[in-house]
């Protein structure tokens, strides 16, 4: 038997680029293929990427500028038209493994961007995005949204880091908005219902009221941020009815408001109601007696933040004020029947908001 013979294969495995670490990566200025009424567009549109991926973080970038430099040096296109072959060639000479160009066109009034990263190892196309826009004011939110998208960030994911982003920075807000009251004696009427609230990373601080209207409230509150979407919040209020005689109450609230997309706020409040006053016409007074029920005052509210920094909001609030405590003259009547005080507030506003330094 002749001697063994022992063989040794070496195979040399790369992973696909995107797979790696520390992708080098350089951005050339996008081609132009017709004006779109913003001077050197191409060049512009390449700086708003290269600022927007440096700030992702996903891959390191190579300054624009010293790769245009590269490229004239060895007569290469700026214009973003670069073929595989010329990718690969830069890829070898300058120790870059992807370029991220693209072009810009309008047609009609809608103002198109497209991005593409190419390997430079063979010219493969990586990934591609694109966007669309009908005013040029918005072009560059709507790079901002491409760069990311090449980074594999979606823009429903972008607008909702962005709006968490926005709520980590200190705000103050104030608003009003028109309500419309009622109870169970069957009085009803309008009001104005007013609003100021400070939103910060923690959580939120608010005043809210009707100081206008036959029933008239006013309610102080904080919630604390559990995380990105949900908060646990406690309010303490005054409700006073003065659509027949008076009667009044304070309450005690507890809940939890949600963002199930950050810039859409729900909010739910349920509490007891601890008593309160009745003052009639002929200065009769007595008490109230509690209300321990946990929803006997309650509120949800529903809210949309706008990009104009206006928050519009729909609330709705109801308080069992309450029975009376002791015997009432026999000759009294009231409209109440049973003597408990129900109440609702229905409103719709809007609040405007201000950063805070």
Not at 315 to 333: C, R, S
């Amino acid at each position: 038997m002749g001697p063994l013979l022992l063989s040794h294969c070496s195979i040399n495995y790369r992973r696909p680029l995107l797979a790696q670490e520390d992708i080098d990566i350089a951005v050339v200025e996008f081609e132009e293929k017709n004006g779109i009424g913003l001077e050197n567009a191409g060049r512009i549109v390449a700086e708003w990427t290269v600022t927007e991926l440096k700030r992702v973080g996903k891959y390191r970038i190579q300054e624009r500028l010293l790769l245009n430099r590269v490229l004239e040096e060895q007569q290469l296109m700026l214009s973003g038209v670069i073929d595989s072959d010329q990718a690969v060639e830069i890829g070898e000479l300058y120790g870059v493994d992807a370029l991220v160009t693209g072009s810009v066109m309008q047609v009609g009034a809608t103002i198109s961007v497209t991005g593409r990263m190419i390997n430079v190892r063979n010219g493969e196309v990586l990934k591609t995005a694109s966007i669309s826009t009908t005013e040029l004011s918005e072009l560059e939110r709507e790079i901002v949204i491409l760069a990311n998208a090449l980074c594999d960030i979606s823009r429903n994911q972008w607008e909702v880091r962005e709006d968490i982003a926005r709520k980590d920075i200190g705000r103050l807000e104030v608003g009003a908005g028109l309500g419309y009251l009622w109870d169970n004696a069957g009085y009803s009427g309008l009001a104005v219902q007013t609003m100021v609230r400070y939103r910060d990373s923690w959580g939120q601080l608010w005043v809210d009221g009707v100081p206008l209207g036959g029933i008239l409230n006013l309610e102080g509150g904080a919630a604390f941020n559990l995380g990105p979407f949900w908060a646990l919040a406690v309010s303490y209020g005054l409700v006073s009815d003065n659509l027949v005689d008076y009667a009044s109450s304070t309450y005690l609230n507890f809940g939890v408001i949600a963002n199930p997309r950050s810039n859409i706020e729900l909010g739910i409040m349920l509490g007891p109601s601890p008593g309160g006053t009745l003052w009639t016409e002929d200065n009769w007074e007595v008490e109230l007696s509690p209300d321990w029920n946990p929803i006997a005052n309650y509120s949800l509210w529903a809210g949309y933040q706008m990009q104009d920094d206006l928050f519009l909001f729909v609330k709705f609030a109801g308080t069992e004020i309450g029975g009376f405590q002791e015997d009432v003259p026999e000759n009294y009547w009231h409209p109440f029947g049973d003597y408990e005080f129900i109440t609702g507030r229905l409103s719709i506003g809007g609040l405007y908001s201000f950063a805070v330094e």
